[in-house]
């Protein structure tokens, strides 16, 4: 197998304008990747408490494999790559991961999005490895609410917020916090998350409560966009609305006199199905055209077929993304779809959504 990872970009079929296209004439020109399944927080919204069962490791991608197909998806068209998890930083070779990925010809921008448990001790070698940006995770500034939340012991918050403050101090390109937002746990301080724009160069982003198979989702909970921007100008006045690119997952805003912004990701009210660029590649080789989807196809299987060819990997990609629907369900058929086992039974929709736009 080792001859197929030291395949040169330049013996691949070049890129066509019909990779990595959809049926809807959507370019796919971001790659997620998980590079690992394990996480160091149980968050109620993400993760049972009892944890997951974890794939044995000769199911998981290695480092090679990662990269090469990285290179595949590069030389298709892919020009930006987000590295999650579980918790990417657990990964032992992510700083090594972020070096390679960054240096394929092609890709424009490596990202990062981490819990920010750790992230403080590994900033500067992954800035130094050609890291661009990061998103970090944090659902209160709270410490006992923090250890409520994330099932784990309050001291680790504090290291989040270093790791938040040396990484807004640093030379990335842009830091943004995500935010769950949930009815009655943390939706009080918002207001407080806010008041971090003030004099940082950071986006604060809201997101709405999604559904996942054993997170304890409920509506009692939820806390839509239109509700969480309410809540905001409530107390500040009118957000002004920033000018997005067409593939934003946020609605972005800012505060007169703030150095940083504001955003609100409204997956289930207000999908952003339309603008769709992303693809994800799971932790075990999984390519998922939609987060909500069901669907998946092993391109770990293809690569470590030992008859394989460039050309079949590109077509397996190709079709599972001609197959991809235009948008997912909105809150109705969320709803109803939670009712009978989470967000794998959400129904793909196949039309349009004016809330999409």
Sequence with gaps: ??????TPLSAVRRHSTKDLVDG???EH???RISVSEKCNLRCQYCMPLEGVNLTPKSGVLTTNE??????????????KIRLTGGEPLINKDIVKIVRRLK?????????LTTNGITLYRHLHELIDAGLDNTNISLDTLIPEKFAFIGRRPRQFHAKVMMSIHEAIASSLKSVKINMVVMKGLNDDEMVNFVDLTKDNNVSVRFLEFMPFNGNSWNWEKFVAFSDQKRMIENHFGCLERENDDSHSTSMNYRLPGHAGQIGF????????????????LTYDGNLKVCLFGRDEVSLRDVIRSPSYTEEELTDVINGAIKKKAFSHGGVDEIKKAFSHGGVDEIKKGSKPSHDSN
């Design 29 to 31: 020109t971001y790659l």
């Design 66 to 79: 990662i990269v090469y197909l990285g290179e595949h998806f590069a030389n298709l068209g892919v020009r």
């Design 1 to 6: 197998m080792l001859r197929k990872f030291l």
């Design 103 to 111: 240096n394929i010809n092609g890709i424009e921008s490596v990202s």
């Design 265 to 280: 990701i409204s997956s289930i009210t207000r999908n952003f199905c339309g603008g769709c660029n992303r693809i994800r």
């Design 24 to 26: 809807f004439n959507r």
